[in-house]
T-cell receptor, first 114, second 116 residues
């Protein structure tokens, strides 16, 4: 079956530091990959996505590249801000069973200090 | 575009009562909606997949008689927690998939349920 593994948090950084949150996946087909962000007390918001190998998703300074050879989709940002403090979820979706039901990682909490 | 709303955003109820949570796609049609449950500091647990006009498909271990799901229109799905107990207290999140799109979901803001 499909699975997503994220690095455990919390990740604690100072403002303007470089961020990497690792995500690797296992899938039977050719999945689309996603990063979602959840701010405290809120639902999930799509941050970025990539639908095929070597695609790079980017949004709000965050980037992630779909690496099929390493089955990875690591999230990066060059300079984090306090407002980036949130929980980040890596996810995949493919046609397993024809349903495209997504599989989520456990989430990684990011805490950015001023 | 692609906004999903949930109502209520939070609810407190007594043990034994039933609670209904609404999930609406505001500016698009959603043939499929998903209901998730999230425990503190944990990932989302898929409870069921709701298809418009048909019965919901429940994940293993989720009681369909306790968590009633209705998807009567292309913009509305409801989750009713029947005879709620304190262990049902959780954050419930819905998502909607755009009709004709298979790879992206749009999430509601969540509903915090507290059962006393």
């Amino acid at each position: 079956g499909n699975s997503v593994t994220q690095m455990e948090g919390p990740v604690t950084l100072s403002e303007e530091a470089f961020l990497t949150i690792n995500c690797t996946y296992t899938a039977t087909g050719y999945p689309s990959l996603f990063w979602y962000v959840q701010y405290p007390g809120e639902g999930l918001q799509l941050l970025l996505k990539a639908t095929k190998a070597d695609d790079k998703g980017s949004n709000k300074g965050f980037e992630a590249t779909y690496r099929k050879e390493t089955t990875s989709f690591h999230l990066e940002k060059g300079s984090v801000q306090v407002s980036d403090s949130a929980v980040y979820f890596c996810a995949l979706s493919d046609a397993s069973g024809g349903s495209y039901i997504p599989t989520f990682g456990r989430g990684t909490s990011l805490i950015v200090h001023p | 575009g692609a906004v999903v709303s949930q109502h209520p955003s939070w609810v407190i109820c007594k043990s034994g009562t039933s609670v209904k949570i609404e999930c609406r796609s505001l500016d698009f049609q959603a043939t499929t909606m998903f209901w998730y449950r999230q425990f503190p500091k944990q990932s989302l647990m898929l409870m069921a997949t709701s298809n418009e006009g048909s019965k919901a498909t429940y994940e293993q271990g989720v009681e369909k008689d306790k968590f009633l799901i209705n998807h009567a229109s292309l913009t509305l799905s409801t989750l009713t927690v029947t005879s709620a107990h304190p262990e049902d207290s959780s954050f419930y999140i819905c998502s909607a998939r755009l009709a004709g799109s298979y790879n992206e979901q749009f999430f509601g803001p969540g509903t915090r349920l507290t059962v006393l």
